[in-house]
């Protein structure tokens, strides 16, 4: 069974604060890392993606892969309380199949 | 570009009922996915299509669900009968491809409840 973990929160930050989301995972081989926001009664849409080790910046978010730790992050900079969601992560599994498997989501709330 | 469609948005049935749901992906997306969300937990797949092909149904309970994509266009997923724990919001989501930039596009969702 494949893992993927979250901190539930809920994350609370200051509006203008660096949010920090973390998400580890059990598959050593996983591929593709997906970050997704889920507002309260909506249905979840992508942020960001990325593939290699290291950063990947667009706009205020920043995704942050670390294979051999087994972890990937999202940092909000400038965080904004339109932010205030829950941050899936998905993750997808090595063997050839690339359908994710989804962490249950960190709750970020950032006040003004 | 019209979004990934799903009906009802909304269905309350009684244990031992049947419910259906209809899906209507992003025109063009040969990928179509079924989800089970339960409050508080992330989105659990249930059957992954392509075109009209399953590609993956292991977590479906198919004692109970069903699901087809006549087609390789819409999808229905059906329970029958309901259980109390299959209360969630079901999530349809498509996508243009099944490889490695796998950006899937999700619908509104159907909320379910069974009492």
């Known amino acids: 069974q494949k893992e993927v973990e979250q901190n539930s929160g809920p994350l609370s930050v200051p509006e203008g604060a660096i949010a920090s989301l973390n998400c580890t995972y059990s598959?050593?081989?996983?591929?593709?890392f997906f970050w997704y926001r889920q507002y309260s009664g909506k249905s979840p849409e992508l942020i960001m993606f990325?593939?290699?080790?290291g950063d990947k910046e667009d706009g205020r978010f920043t995704a942050q892969l670390n294979k051999a730790s087994q972890y990937v992050s999202l940092l909000i900079r400038d965080s904004q309380p339109s932010d205030s969601a829950t941050y899936l992560c998905a993750v997808t599994p090595s063997g050839g199949s690339y359908i994710p498997t989804f962490g249950r989501g960190t709750s970020l709330i950032v006040h003004p | 570009e019209a979004g990934v469609a799903q009906s009802p948005r909304y269905k309350i049935i009684e244990k031992r009922q049947s419910v259906a749901f209809w899906c209507n992906p992003i025109s063009g997306h040969a990928t179509l996915y079924w989800y089970q969300q339960i409050l508080g937990q992330g989105p659990k797949l249930l059957i992954q299509?392509?075109?009209?092909?399953?590609?993956?149904d292991s977590q479906l309970p198919k004692d109970r669900f069903s699901a087809e994509r006549l087609k390789g266009v819409d999808s229905t997923l059906k329970i029958q009968p309901a259980k109390l724990e299959d209360s969630a919001v079901y999530l349809c989501a498509s996508s243009s491809s099944s490889g490695r930039a796998n950006e899937q596009f999700f619908g509104p969702g159907t909320r379910l409840t069974v009492l």
């Open positions: 598959d050593r081989g996983s591929q593709s």
């Open positions: 299509f392509q075109n009209n092909g399953v590609v993956d």
């Open positions: 990325i593939y290699s080790n």
